[in-house]
């Protein structure tokens, strides 16, 4: 059974940072596109960032130049690193995997994705 295990979420301070983990379990992440998104109440879900096999990376303009993505795909784990965290930033984050070579905006979407994490709260406070 294919599954995430998401950690890291957290309640941290405006202009704070945290580290999301994702962890699959019962596949490999070789061979998948990797994306994190989010999703805050009354909000619909949107894509943050994605990586695909070969670690190409792309991130939407609201995150550029404060969010990192990455992977090991030896412990077949992605992280997401957030620094300089807004109030906007809060939102249920989830991991999302689609087996696909590409990473955009335009490939990776919520419709297509093939598994999904259970989602991890983040919370940014004044």
């Known amino acids: 059974q294919l599954q995430f295990v998401e950690s890291g979420g957290s309640l941290v301070q405006f202009g704070g940072s945290l580290r999301l983990s994702c962890a699959a379990s019962?596949?490999?992440?070789?061979?998948?596109?990797i994306g994190w998104f989010r999703q805050a109440p009354g909000e619909e879900r949107e894509r943050v960032s994605c990586?695909?096999?070969?670690?190409?990376?792309t991130y939407a303009d609201f995150v550029k130049g404060r969010f990192t993505i990455s992977r090991d795909n030896a412990k077949n784990t992605v992280f997401l690193r957030m620094n300089n965290l807004e109030l906007e930033d809060t939102a249920v984050y989830y991991c999302?995997?689609?087996?696909?070579?590409?990473?955009?905006?335009?490939?990776?979407?919520?419709?297509?994705?093939?598994?999904w994490g259970q989602g991890t709260q983040v919370t940014v406070s004044a």
């Open positions: 999302a995997a689609r087996r696909t070579a590409f990473c955009s905006a335009a490939v990776m979407v919520a419709s297509a994705v093939d598994t």
């Open positions: 019962g596949f490999s992440l070789d061979g998948y596109t």
């Open positions: 990586i695909n096999r070969d670690g190409e990376t």
